[in-house]
């Protein structure tokens, strides 16, 4: 495992959950990884991670090891976390985390791996293939079945979505903006579907239809909560008990979105 972070440098403080930009991005760098360096993810993960609780004992799942940086990042962050990350080549364990070896490709190894966690599962961030059919299949599963109602999905380097012909990680892509094979897209349509109470039933097994098709389990999309689209990366929350009944609530203004 790569990176050694300075802890004692980049205090957190007790007294609260936040985790600003700048400790963030502070962080990611010592520990040697690329979230802030080459994406700025340090834009966009505070707006999840200040609805964690650093002093509270919780599992967060990354796919993908790369160096293993990610590793004394998170530890560093959530050191009463469990971590545990998947990845299709390494497989290690240390103190409060384990790497265990699962393709990504194999959804039943994915589930698998999962059973594991010793915690509930409060954040999970995909950083492994970036093909978007894994993108969306890894999500449909374990965010309907894995995560915690409450918790938080993030997916980054949803950049090949808008691959027109590629290769990554010995698999084809073949995308592009609008395309029904893009997991930018499928979201897009998942930001519709938390919208649902305002669509007809015919617009609204159109948007069930078209998510399955690209991958999306409406099982799962049915739990979102929130989307949030940044630069490279979407986060997403899932539903507390309850949530779905407002989206699931009779439309009040049903005369403007009807067939006439």
Partial sequence: MQGNCPQTNLPMKSESP???????????????????????????????????????????????????????????????????????????????????QADQDQPEQLQEALQCAPSPVRLVIDDGSHLPRHQLSSFSMIFDTILEAGGFYIIEDIETSYWLAGDLYGYPIRAGIFSRWSAIEALKLAADYINRFCLDQEDRNLVEYSMLMAGLDPAAALQISTITFGQNCALIGKNLEGDSDYQEKPYPYSIFTSRR
Wanted: proline content about 4%.
């Fill in 18 to 100: 936040m985790i600003s930009r700048s400790h963030f991005a502070e962080l990611a760098n010592a520990c040697g990884t690329d979230k802030c360096a080459n994406h700025g993810y340090h834009r966009f993960y505070p707006l999840v991670l200040a609805q964690l609780n650093h002093s509270e004992s919780f599992t967060i799942v990354e796919i993908g090891y790369g160096e293993g940086a990610s590793i004394p990042f998170w530890k560093s962050l959530f050191p009463h976390a469990y971590l545990i990350c998947v990845d299709r080549d390494v497989s290690e364990e240390g103190d409060g985390y384990v790497v265990i």
